[in-house]
């Protein structure tokens, strides 16, 4: 006989934020496709999979694709376009819009990723390995409002942090073909 009882969820990841205090990221949902990025001093971030998405197990939400994907910040919609992370690092960033603000989420080393405000670099990012555990580090001099930290948390989740340089991927990919 099997077992057809789904798996428990995972626990929420909680991290100590220097700036905002405790932050949870969450995954929800009987197939994982919604996290949460809450605490007392961050407007809630929802992103959601929509329902019957391909899932793709690299990416903790499952999809690049903006249009299986909706995002709210405090209750408020908000635009979300992943690239399509191919060959060049630079295509792995997500860019969100919210509130007239824009922010980019782009790998800038093998392990981190930058967040961006309107053109400013205000902190990065990183994340290994989907377990939900982010660390932010805030730019010194930088003004980081409360929807600047759940938004970051949210992306680095959702879609994780860092990249190899094109030189290395082509290193590998050659690689494989030799015997």
């Known amino acids: 006989m099997t077992d057809t009882t789904p798996a428990p969820a995972p626990l929420p990841a909680t ?25 007392e001093g961050i407007p809630r971030v929802v992103l959601t999979r929509a329902p019957g998405a ?3 197990d690299h990416i903790l939400i499952g999809t690049r694709d903006p249009r299986l994907l909706t995002l709210t910040v405090d209750g408020r919609d908000a635009t979300i376009k992943p690239g399509k992370g191919k060959l060049r690092r630079r295509s792995y ?23 961006i405000r309107n053109g ?16 932010a580090e805030w730019r010194d001099g930088a003004v980081v409002e409360p929807a600047d930290a759940a938004i970051g948390y949210a992306l680095a989740a959702a879609f994780g942090t860092g990249g190899q340089p094109m030189w290395m991927m082509a290193i590998e990919t050659v690689s494989e073909f030799l015997p």
Do not use: M, N, W
């Open 54 to 56: 391909e899932v793709d």
């Open 93 to 115: 960033r997500v860019d969100v819009r919210c509130a007239g603000t824009a922010y980019r989420l782009v790998p800038d080393s093998i392990p981190s990723s930058r967040l």
């Open 15 to 39: 991290v100590e934020d220097d700036h905002h205090g405790d932050i949870r990221v969450e995954l929800v949902g009987e197939q994982g496709e919604t996290l949460v990025v809450s605490g």
């Open 120 to 135: 400013k670099h205000i902190g990065d990012f990183s994340s290994v390995g989907g377990d939900r555990r982010v660390i």
